[in-house]
């Protein structure tokens, strides 16, 4: 099985293996193609994808092992899904899976102009069964460079590292980098004559959707002299959309991934338009996924690209399908606020918290720190709002310490900037 997986060649090769693959060995769809009675013989190319539902998030949870196609046994990492909306799933990968997860971050990292002459450091999880810093690690390697693996948060060692081991590129979340260059700046570190050439940002966006830099870009360009290269990846795709040197949207993999983009009907959108993202995984062995809705709101173009690949691209993600607000009239998406949030230079810490009222409706309140409690400075955040989003939210103020322990829980893997009461 997992030999002709990696020898199928073409992408009508890897379609027509998947299908068999999942008709002989996932209970889930297994029960999908015998209630819908669904001939998979009669898919033949991408398009014919259309044929089969799609499967969603609440799929996954409620019928999680279903979707596994081999024994526990062949189990070799054990993962979970970040679950902001919902409990975490499960995601098993099998050891064939690890190796696909080192050949997507190798191609990425390249599409990223990385080589074996990098040394990357490392400034997120790579444990807590969280994939993506085990992809990391595995993608360098696989690259023949370097790295070294710091892990969130500690900007003394992460300034001790670079100047002691002299990486190229970070990889990192872009909002932590304001502190990275805050604490620099407060401990006389010279960092904008470091080693770093690059930083590979996951997570949040970094622009708009017209790919120009946001308020969060900006902040981190306009201080430092760093190439940004933004990528998109979930665990279920166990995959990513790395952007190339011309900053045009991430790329897709298209030995990895078949992608869709669809309207609320579920119809694909056309080139330049928003959707969201469903994907079909290609050569995964423990867990693969058909038509999987993931709740992300991306643009997506299918034109070819300045760098000279052909293959689609997404735009920064707007936002995720479950977490759009409606506040006062308006849709707002919670990056929305952020990037906000991210202009004003006082704000080191802040939570969006948002809750129902007692008639239903979506209520968005700002916990800040204390010392920012003064009239003049919600009078500024007040027509801020305003002029960038139409509406205001409330603002709660708290000390620091609280506001620190309500962001950074023990058990969560990045700091949470967003909850919901
Ligand atoms: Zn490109």
Known sequence: MTTSMHHAETPEHKLKYLLSYVSDHSPYYQKVFREKSIDIDSILIAGDLVKLPFTTKDDLAAANDDFLCVPKSRITDFVTTSGTLSDPVAFYLTDADIERLATNESESFKCAGGSEHDIYQLMTTIDRRFMAGLAYWMGARKIGAGMIRVGPGAPFLQWESIQRFSPTVIIAIPSFIPRLIDYAIANNIDFRSSSIQSIICIGEPIRNSDFTWNELGKRITSQWNVKLYSTYASTEMGAAFTECGEGKGGHLNPDLLILEVVDEDGNAVKDGELGEVVVTTLGVEGMPLLRYKTGDLCHVYYSPCACGRTSPRLGPVVGRKQQMIKFKGTTIFPPALFDVLDMVKEIELYQVVVSK?????????????????????????????????RVTPGFDFITAEELTFRMYKQEKRKPEKLIYI
Request: aromatic residues 10%.
């Open 357 to 389: 009222n007692e008639f239903g409706n979506d209520e968005i309140t700002i916990l800040l720190p204390m010392h920012l409690q003064t009239p003049v400075f919600k009078e500024m955040l007040h027509s801020l709002f305003k002029s960038r989003l």
